[in-house]
Nanobody
Framework: VQLQASGGGKVQAGGSLRLSCGAS????????IGWFRQAPGKEREFAGS????????FLRDSVEGRFTISRDNAKKTVWLQMNGLQPEDTAVYYC????????????WGQGTQVTVSS
């Protein structure tokens, strides 16, 4: 297993959760870790990413200002801090590795369910 996402749960609108993504194997030497989410009946979408070396982050517009991504290189862990959660954030969240820096995310980990009630 190269990536393992955890930390999902059920919260009310306005609440917060912090997801963790632990990396092992080749994922440790990847260029970036991305967070994706897939809501019921919808396609998987990119939520954000962070590069291991510089810590540069990218976030999709709909979560900008509410979500932040951080990483601890020594712990080989990436976190997705989600504040101000809304029902439309309900999804299974996955992390994946971009090995070469070309936004080709692979090595998908097992997802974690986030459910936000109104």
């Amino acid at each position: 297993v190269q990536l393992q996402a955890s930390g999902g749960g059920k919260v009310q609108a306005g609440g917060s959760l912090r997801l963790s993504c632990g990396a092992s194997g080749r994922a440790v030497n990847s260029y970036a870790i991305g967070w994706f989410r897939q809501a019921p009946g919808k396609e998987r979408e990119f939520a954000g990413s962070i590069t291991w070396i510089t810590g540069r982050t990218f976030l999709r517009d709909s979560v900008e200002g509410r979500f932040t991504i951080s990483r601890d290189n020594a712990k080989k862990t990436v976190w997705l801090q989600m504040n101000g959660l809304q029902p439309e954030d309900t999804a299974v969240y996955y992390c994946a590795a971009d090995q070469e820096g070309n936004a080709d995310f692979r090595s998908w980990g097992q997802g974690t369910q986030v459910t936000v009630s109104s």
